[in-house]
């Protein structure tokens, strides 16, 4: 079985890796730095953060997949990270708020032993229904929306505000996993191997 290695913190990316594969995987978060890049557009960005992300990881480790990802949200041409503080957050889903905007991940799978980089994107059409000022208020104050693309969690609170949800679900959460699932099987790994439970 081949040693798999998340180069993420995010605790929602290793529940659903855990899904996948069980506890079958290393978690070795990078310390790629995410500088601004003017011109590139929004997929050409995560990807090009993703891949940066498993390649720092890759340094430190001489065999195995090296998964990263990194997700945001556009909305009306902007992109939407993470809000970082209640206020941020607030905008956010003000901005939101009764609209379709986009979830958009950058998933990069390493493969160190062949040298093999894969990198592709995926998007999930999302709509949010419209919030009355006093739910995004509740739901800032539950400090869900902090740290999450966007302002919102699909799988946590914010799930009784997404109305309607198009693609790939596990995208909206941060990992996009059928798509990681089809890149893995290009590389010869199942996830229905013994292995992996």
């Given amino acids: 079985m081949r040693r798999i290695i998340l180069a993420s913190a995010s605790p929602r990316r290793k529940e659903l890796l855990k899904q996948l594969i069980g506890d079958n995987f290393v978690v070795y978060p990078s310390s790629y730095e995410e500088p601004p890049q003017p011109g590139l557009d929004p997929e050409e960005l995560l990807l090009k953060h993703s891949v940066e992300k498993a390649r720092d990881v890759a340094k430190h480790f001489d065999s195995g997949l090296v998964i990263s990802a990194d997700t945001s949200v556009l909305c009306e041409g902007e992109v939407l990270g993470k809000p970082g503080s209640p206020e941020n957050a607030e905008k956010m889903l003000e901005k939101l708020s009764g609209k379709k905007f986009r979830v958009i991940t950058g998933l990069t799978v390493l493969d160190l032993d062949s040298g093999k980089e894969t ?20 739901y800032v104050r539950t400090g869900e929306p902090l740290d999450k693309a966007g302002a919102f969690a699909a799988q946590g609170k914010g799930a009784v505000l997404v109305e309607k949800v198009e693609g790939d679900f596990f995208n909206a959460v941060g990992l996009p996993l059928f798509r990681l699932g089809k890149i893995l099987e290009r590389l010869g790994v199942s996830v229905f191997d013994e292995g992996f439970s």
């Avoid at 990198?119 to 509740?138: C, G, Y």
């Fill in 119 to 138: 990198s592709e994107f995926e998007s999930t059409n999302v709509w949010l229904a419209e919030l009355s000022k006093e739910q995004i208020l509740a």
